[in-house]
């Protein structure tokens, strides 16, 4: 369950929310240490991020409309330039003309004066590559940023909470059931009054995590903070946000670990399918049989497919024995034995991050609660400066994010019978073809 933190406890900071058992839910609920909470850790982060980052902007105003009490301007449109809210244009529609046009080096003379009016540097109203064609006051609110892929990896995680830039967890050393479980530990039938065979004992290991940096940094012109404000606020705060989370999510999938987290796909778990002896497609029902019966038992309920967008088409057009099993749109007619994103009644995530189709990890069967993410206890830091580039009248604006992960299981299983090895995370290996790119 989530809880919301009324005072400290523990590793806990007030306010904080965070996920716990519903046993110890209940108990700082009952000791008034907590709320429950309908917010989940990350949701929670991005909110205190955005605020943070909402503050930070609105300092940078209260420089600007102070400024502008000085020069006793009272109102931002009295004695302006038509081209500061509009840029000399009727519509949208005819502003995104000239630009477009611009583009093929068609620059008209209403567009040209824009340019040299709003001409300054980096984030600011007078270059187009830096966002000076979407400026225009009346215009802005009206765009849309390019929506980006929900995150996958983090919040189905463990979430580890560092005080310190390194931690060290202590992991039981398994690699085969074969003769003994957690790496040591047997069981062994003894008769009456028999003597008891030798006692065994489980052999650690341990899995280090150690903080990489995520940062963003941005310049914005005074021009800009005083006209577009609000829109600017609220693009610049999605831009942050969504550019932070899609980077961890690919460091958390395909991440090298030099230098940022240790992917799924390089986990020393990996348990790697290979193609049918005789597969000319580029997937087969088959394969999503074999993952499957790769995955650990007690990790099956719990695990999620991701696919690359290049999958999606083969896996719809599935068959076996000529007849269409993976119609992911209906249900009790399928492998999927639900409709609309899912296979084996496991959800279906679609991600452009894994490699296209016929590639190895092009299709991953995996149970994120068994990779550890580390992260800074004090999350997202914000923070602004009219400062560093104050002879140019602009406000820097900066995120730093500190996180790593890994698997926390480092190597596959062998079961009992030896029948192949399992792990919580499964990959299709590469079956080739003309499909893959």
Not at 266 to 278: D, Q, Y
Not at 351 to 359: H, N, T
Request: net charge negative.
């Amino acid at each position: 369950m989530y809880i919301r933190m009324l005072e400290d406890w523990e590793d806990l900071k007030k306010d904080q929310v965070a996920e716990v058992s519903e046993e110890d839910g209940r108990k700082y609920i009952g000791a008034k240490f907590a709320v429950e909470s309908k917010e989940n850790p990350t949701q929670a982060r991005v909110k205190e991020y955005a605020v943070a980052f909402d503050k930070a902007l609105n300092e940078s105003a209260d420089k600007v409309v102070a400024r502008m009490a000085k020069a006793n301007i009272s109102d931002f449109s009295v004695g302006k330039d038509p081209r500061e809210t509009s840029g000399g244009y009727r519509n949208l529609g005819e502003f995104a003309a000239d630009t477009a046009k611009a583009k093929r080096g068609i620059v008209s003379e209403k567009l040209t004066g824009w340019r040299t009016f709003t001409n300054t540097r980096d984030m600011s109203e007078g270059i187009a590559a830096d966002g000076g064609e979407l400026v225009p006051q009346d215009f802005l609110a009206n765009l849309k940023v390019v929506e980006l892929e929900s995150e996958i990896v983090h919040p189905r995680a463990t979430i580890i909470p560092m005080r310190t830039n390194s931690i060290r967890l202590p992991i039981v050393n398994v690699s085969s059931h074969v003769n003994t479980l957690y790496g040591g530990v047997s069981a062994n039938r003894t008769a009456e009054a028999d003597i008891k065979s030798h006692a065994h004992q489980p052999t650690f290991s341990h899995v280090d995590l150690t903080l990489n940096k995520l940062t963003g940094l941005v310049y914005v012109s005074d021009e800009l903070l005083e006209d577009n404000l609000v829109a600017l606020s609220s693009v610049l705060n999605k831009m942050f946000v969504d550019s932070l989370i899609y980077q961890r999510d690919e460091d958390y999938l395909i991440g090298t670990g030099v230098g940022q987290s240790e992917g799924i796909l390089i986990s020393p778990a990996l348990v790697v399918t290979p193609p049918e002896p005789v597969q000319t497609a580029l997937l087969v029902a088959e394969n999503i049989f074999q993952m499957y019966s790769r995955m650990y038992p007690t990790s099956i309920n719990k695990a999620v497919w991701v696919v690359n967008n290049s999958v999606v088409p083969y896996l719809m057009a599935l068959t076996l024995g000529g007849t269409n099993i993976l119609p992911l749109w209906l249900s009790n007619m399928s492998v999927a034995g639900a409709p609309f994103g899912t296979i084996l009644s496991r959800p279906l995530l679609i991600s452009e991050k894994l490699p296209c189709v016929g590639q190895q990890g092009s299709i991953l069967f995996a149970d994120m609660n068994e990779y550890l993410v580390g992260e800074k206890s004090s999350g997202i830091q914000t923070a602004s400066s009219i400062h560093l580039l104050f002879d140019t009248d602009q406000t820097a604006f900066r995120f730093v994010y500190r996180t790593d992960g890994k698997t926390h299981w480092r190597n596959p299983i062998t079961p009992r019978n030896d029948c192949g090895d399992m792990s919580p995370f499964v990959v299709l290996g590469a079956t080739g073809g003309s499909g893959t790119s």
